[in-house]
């Protein structure tokens, strides 16, 4: 009886209050950061900007937001976190107001890095906020909704922020995504109780010395070394997908939300479907087939010239299988690295390596891409399409190295249990 009461822990109201506004917050945060992408051909007219500054417009937000994460993380447990969730939530909307009113490259490029400077910590708030309220036999369904967000932003939010952008200009996005904000930090204002508890706890130890030598640990290294990576394959070619469909392959201006709408249905058909699968299979083995397939459907895509519109979706639905297969196992694998008592540190270090290396990325994406006018096709999408493949055969041996890493500590791990297990005995 106690068992299934573990297994199937109620949520009170409250915490489904909190399971909720944590998910729109999400939805909120990774709506914006994600919305600039098929904004990207709107941009680059609207504003005059050539395709290396629109690839350091997407950039300035992963930077600020990595090296914001990285900064706060040693903090989080130092303030009340609604009040710490209430403070960078209001200075996110002030920055995505900032965005919606930016007329020129210049003031886009500081709002970009006001909104990644606040949005950047929030989601490990939201960490710190369900470790605290919800057992641990409840935390994988509430990480379930919570990253609902990913999939909701996908689905409805950009097709819903680009067909107001058709219709009203590039701004009516964010200016959309800042008064959706407004209404969800007056809930968590007036409804979210103080979260304070963990304030009685003593705090001995540096923050910033536990990062340090977090960093410090050579096998945690290689794991950090594999997210980077895997982060600047994924960011390569995200922030000029719709110059690229609409300039070269002749996906238009109406057409172009369609194709995000079903790229994004099939991300959530894909994900449950691939993590079934990395539990039945070796997590690299299926990682490996994943990026062999990647790689094939890149250089394909990156090379087409006009094009059917059925041809472009079925093409984006096959890289989206080839990114879900690649994600859920390298996550999986990942999380496995580091020991208990620096979980917290290595995920606040890994979180913050994926932002940066994602604005690497997309600078380095925009050095390789030109545009002789805002109304040519782009030249040199099928360069990027090859760094893509090259950077992913290093991610293949990289998480081979995460995997046989992680057998080692499994093996470890038995062979310490089995030497307890002899032990008892003798000492009986």
């Not at 996906?251 to 058909?269: C, D, K, N, R, W």
């Not at 990682?287 to 087409?304: D, H, K, Q």
Request: one cysteine or more.
């Amino acid at each position: 009886m106690a068992k299934h009461h573990t297994t199937t822990a109620p949520f009170s109201g409250y915490q489904k209050f909190v399971i909720f506004i944590l998910a729109v917050t999400q939805f909120t945060v990774i709506l914006d950061f994600m919305v600039m992408s098929p904004l990207g051909d709107m941009l680059m007219k609207s504003l005059d900007i050539v395709p290396s500054k629109f690839g350091l417009a997407v950039s300035a937000y992963a930077f600020s937001a990595g090296i914001s994460g990285l900064l706060t993380a040693g903090f989080a447990d130092r303030f009340d976190r609604k009040k710490l969730l209430l403070f960078f939530y209001t200075g996110f909307i002030g920055g995505t107001i900032f965005c919606g009113l930016a007329h020129s490259y210049e003031v886009l490029i500081a709002a970009r890095i006001v909104t990644g400077l606040f949005g950047g910590v929030i989601g490990s708030i939201s960490m710190a906020i369900i470790t605290d309220l919800f057992a641990l036999e409840q935390r994988g369904r509430v990480m379930g909704f919570i990253q609902m967000g990913f999939g909701a932003s996908q689905v409805l939010g950009v097709p819903i922020g680009l067909f107001l952008a058709n219709a009203w200009g590039w701004e009516a996005p964010f200016l959309m995504i800042a008064g959706l904000g407004i209404i969800v930090a007056l809930l968590i204002f007036t409804k979210l109780s103080p979260i304070n508890k963990h304030l009685l706890l003593h705090q001995e130890k540096s923050a910033f010395l536990h990062l340090w030598h977090t960093i410090a640990k050579r096998d945690y290294r290689i794991g950090f070394t594999a997210t980077a990576l895997l982060s600047i394959g994924g960011f390569m070619m995200m922030p000029f997908g719709s110059a690229f469909a609409i300039n070269n392959l002749g996906v238009t201006q109406e057409e172009f939300p369609v194709l995000i709408m079903i790229a994004g249905v099939s991300s959530l058909v894909i994900m449950p479907l691939i993590g079934k699968l990395s539990d039945r299979i070796d997590k690299f083995l299926l990682f490996a087939i994943a990026s062999v397939w990647l790689m094939a459907v890149v250089v394909v895509y990156t090379n087409l010239g006009i094009s059917p519109f059925w041809l472009v979706i079925t093409l984006n639905i096959l890289m989206m299988m080839g990114i879900m297969s690649r994600m859920v196992p390298s996550s999986a694998l990942t999380s496995a690295i580091p020991d208990m008592q620096d979980r917290g540190a290595f995920m606040s270090i890994n979180s913050s390596l994926q932002q940066i290396a994602g604005g690497i990325a997309a600078a380095v994406a925009g050095m390789i891409v030109m545009q002789q006018d805002k109304y040519s096709p782009l030249e040199h999408y099928d360069r990027v399409g090859y760094v893509l493949v090259v950077i992913s055969a290093i991610s293949i041996i990289l998480l081979f190295r995460v995997s046989r890493m992680i057998k080692r500590k499994k093996d470890i791990n038995k062979d310490l249990q089995a030497e307890k297990v002899k032990e008892l005995p003798a000492e009986a």
